[in-house]
């Protein structure tokens, strides 16, 4: 089950966010060959991120954590396309998009250790 957490500086509106929800559910079932009913994503807006001193009036955080060991050249691919989007969807620009990855071993859902 990847979990997808989208942290956004800028407010969105419904549409926007249910845009970019789609597109991330897409990448991520393509990408990692995951079923799209068991992709989750959480999108938070107006939240205050810094670099250093520098407020991101318009940047992104995302954390993907999924379970099974994927290579680089998925990941280089995942954060090539989430940033294709967010610039496309938000008109975030690439260098205030950073974006993590995360192999998680134990996995539990529905009361049962994956």
Known sequence: MP???VRLSKEINSQQK????REIEKVIREELNKP???IMVAMDH???LWLGDNKL???AMISVQHMGATDKNSYASI???LTDSLSSI???KGSDIYITFQCINEWAWNGTLL
């Open 36 to 38: 799209i009913e068991y």
């Open 46 to 48: 107006l939240e205050a």
């Open 18 to 21: 249910q845009t970019l929800q």
């Open 79 to 81: 954060s090539k396309r």
């Open 90 to 92: 938000l008109q975030t």
């Open 57 to 59: 009036e318009n940047g």
């Open 3 to 5: 979990f997808i957490n």
